[in-house]
């Protein structure tokens, strides 16, 4: 659930921006149907599935975390 504040700004829950990836930059495309609800959709820079591959083998980051 979110609060509207001052500007008409809108805090998007964690669980929610975790889910689809969202950071600074992501844009949230709104839509109001004709039976008067609202979609919302993450435009993230750079598409969701890129952020949740899997790094190569050799991946410097991947041995520090092992390590």
Known sequence: MSTME?????VVPKDIRKAVGARL????IWTLTEDGSIHVLAKSTR???EEMQQPESGDPLIEE???
């Open 47 to 49: 598409p969701v599935a």
């Open 25 to 28: 930059g992501t844009r949230f």
């Open 65 to 67: 975390s092992n390590a």
């Open 6 to 10: 001052m500007n008409g700004r809108i």
